[in-house]
C-alpha cells in the first residue's frame, strides 16, 4: 500500500495526460489532457475564462491582418483574361486561409466565376476567328 502524500512517480506521471471531465457539443467526453491542477482542459476550464477570450480575440485579430499573396498595384479587369488572373489571385488568397464553410463558400463562388470568365474568353476567341473568316470571303 502506498503511504498517504507519497504518490508515486509513474501515478503522477499518468494524472498529468487524463483527460478532461468535461463534454464537447456532441455530449462526447472531452479528450483534451487535463491542465495542471485542474479537472479540465483548457478549453473547459472556469479558472482561465478570460485568458481563454484573449487567446481568441487574438486569434480574430490574426486572421483579420492576413496579408495578400502579392502586393496588388493597379487591378485591371478589362478582358476574360484580365478577370481570370485576379480570380485565379483570390482563389490563390483562399486557399491559405483556415478550412471554412465561409472559405469553402468563397471558393466554390470564385471557382464558378473562373469557369464562365473561361466560357466567355473562348466565345469572344471564335466570335473574332468567324468575323476575319466572313471578312476575308466578303473582300
Ligand atoms: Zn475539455
Known amino acids: 500500500?502506498?503511504?498517504?502524500?507519497?504518490?508515486?512517480?509513474?501515478?503522477?506521471?499518468?494524472?498529468?495526460?487524463?483527460?478532461?471531465?468535461?463534454?464537447?457539443?456532441?455530449?462526447?467526453?472531452?479528450?483534451?489532457?487535463?491542465?495542471?491542477?485542474?479537472?479540465?482542459?483548457?478549453?473547459?476550464?472556469?479558472?482561465?475564462?478570460?485568458?481563454r477570450a484573449a487567446a481568441r480575440k487574438q486569434g480574430g485579430i490574426n486572421r483579420r491582418q492576413g496579408k495578400a499573396t502579392k502586393p496588388v498595384g493597379s487591378v485591371q479587369a478589362q478582358t476574360p483574361e484580365d478577370v481570370l488572373t485576379l480570380v485565379e489571385q483570390a482563389l490563390a488568397d483562399c486557399l491559405t486561409l483556415e478550412n471554412s464553410i465561409t472559405r469553402n463558400r468563397a471558393i466554390g463562388y470564385l471557382a464558378s466565376i473562373a469557369l464562365k470568365t473561361q466560357e466567355v474568353g473562348e466565345l469572344d476567341r471564335r466570335l473574332v476567328a468567324l468575323e476575319a473568316q466572313a471578312k476575308l470571303h466578303s473582300a
Open 1 to 51: 500500500m502506498v503511504p498517504k502524500g507519497n504518490v508515486p512517480e509513474v501515478a503522477k506521471a499518468n494524472m498529468q495526460v487524463m483527460p478532461c471531465k468535461a463534454r464537447n457539443d456532441r455530449g462526447e467526453p472531452c479528450s483534451s489532457p487535463r491542465m495542471e491542477g485542474s479537472e479540465y482542459c483548457f478549453f473547459h476550464n472556469p479558472a482561465v475564462a478570460e485568458k
